[in-house]
C-alpha cells in the first residue's frame, strides 16, 4: 500500500529545478494512484483541486511578498493559512510530510509535521550556502583581501543554518552523492539519492531542424542567468574562442539579472527568454554543445534535458553536472580555464562529436522520472520505522 503523502514544494509554477522536479513528482503520483495532498503557492485564488489521487491546495502570494527572483517570492505572512491548510491535511489524513526546503511553504508544513505528531522528510534541492556566497560579491569585491573572507563566512553561516533546518526531518534526501554526504555528516540523518529524470519523447535530437549544409556551430546555455550560475565566464570563452580562430554562434534561454550584460558582451547572441515544451526541445536540438559553467547546480535538469536532445554538454567539476556528464563520453568536465580550450578541440572533430552526440542520448535514455520516484516512495518507509510510526492526524 503507498503512504498518504502530504507535498509541500518551495516552487512549483516557476522557471527552475525545483518547480521541474515538483511537477513531476505530482504528475508521477498521478500516475501511479499515489495518494498525494500537494499544498503549494501560486498565482491562482484559493483552489482545492482533485486529479485521481492526487488533491491540489493552491494559495497566492501576498503583495508584500519579497522578491528573490523574476519569479520567485517569499511571503513572510504565508502563515495567515495556517488554520486552512491543517484542516485539509487532517481530512487527507497523511501518513508523512515532505517538503523541499526552507522557504514560507516549507516552514509551514514542518511546523504542521511537528504539531500534528507527523514523520517529517526534506528532500535538498538547492545549494542556497553557494548561492549566498556569490550574493555577497557586491560587497566583497570592494572588501580587498578581505572580500574572499566575508564570501566565506557567508557560505558557512547559511551552510549552517540550512542543515539546522533539514535536522528537523526524520529522513533527508539529496540530488547527488557527495551532498547526501555532507547532509548525512551535517544533520546526523539518514539521506538518500534524489535524482532527476528526463521526457526523452520531448527531448531528443529528432527535434533538430538545421541544415546539415550548416556547419557554423552553435553553442548553448540553459537556466537562470545570474551570478550564481556563474554565467560572466560565458562572454569570456566566446573571446577566447575567437582567438583560436572559432566564431560560434551562441543561444541563450533563460531569464535574469545578468541578460542585459550577456546581451552586450556577447554581441550577437539569440536571447531566447524563457522557452518551455516543444520551443525549448527544439533549442536544445539545434545547439551543438551546451555549455553550462555553474559551479552551484545540486544537480543539473538542463543538461540532461540536452543529453537527451543529443547534445554534449561541458561542465565544470563542481555541483551536480559533473555526476552526470560522463568525461570524454557524454561531454567534457573542465575547469573555467579549460573551457574554451576543450570546446575548441571538441569542435574542431566533428567524428568525436557525433560519438558524444549519439552516447549522450543513450545515456539519457536510462534516466526516467518513475524510476527516480520510485526509489523516492521506497525510502518512505525508512521514515516509519524511524520515529516509530504514523503520525496522529
Known sequence: MHPRVAFFPDSFHEVNGVAHTSRNFV??????????????????????????????????????????????????????????????????????????GPSEVGI????????????????????????????????????????????????????????????????????????????????????????????????????RTRAESDCHPVLGYVGRLSVEKNVALLPRIDKELKGMGCSPRWLIVGHGADAAVLRRELGDAAMAGVLRGEDLANAYANMDLLVFPSHTDTFGNVVLEALASGVPAVVTPHGGPAHIVQDRVTGIVAEDEQFARSIANLLASPQRLHSMRCAAREYALGCTWDAVFERVIAAYPVVHRHTGGNGSA
Open 108 to 207: 509551514l508544513g514542518t511546523y504542521l509535521a511537528w504539531k500534528l505528531n507527523l514523520p517529517l522528510v526534506a528532500s535538498w534541492h538547492t545549494n542556497v550556502h553557494e548561492y549566498a556566497a556569490r550574493r555577497m560579491r557586491w560587497l566583497s569585491r570592494h572588501l580587498g583581501s578581505n572580500g574572499p573572507v566575508v564570501e566565506q563566512w557567508a557560505e558557512d553561516t547559511s551552510l549552517q543554518v540550512a542543515t539546522r533546518f533539514y535536522k528537523l526531518a526524520q529522513v533527508l534526501y539529496a540530488p547527488n552523492p557527495p551532498l547526501c554526504d555532507l547532509l548525512a555528516r551535517m544533520t546526523g540523518r539518514p539521506c538518500h539519492l534524489m535524482q532527476r529524470g528526463v521526457d526523452t519523447d520531448l527531448f531528443s535530437a529528432a527535434k
Open 27 to 100: 504528475a508521477f503520483a498521478r500516475r501511479r494512484g499515489l495518494p498525494m495532498l500537494c499544498v503549494r503557492a501560486g498565482p491562482r485564488p484559493r483552489l482545492l483541486k482533485r486529479e485521481g489521487e492526487v488533491l491540489s491546495l493552491e494559495l497566492p502570494r501576498s503583495p508584500i511578498a519579497i522578491s528573490l527572483e523574476r519569479d520567485l517570492s517569499f511571503d513572510p505572512i504565508f502563515a495567515r493559512y495556517v488554520e486552512l491548510i491543517e484542516r485539509t491535511l487532517r481530512k487527507f489524513r497523511p501518513d508523512l510530510i515532505h517538503i523541499t
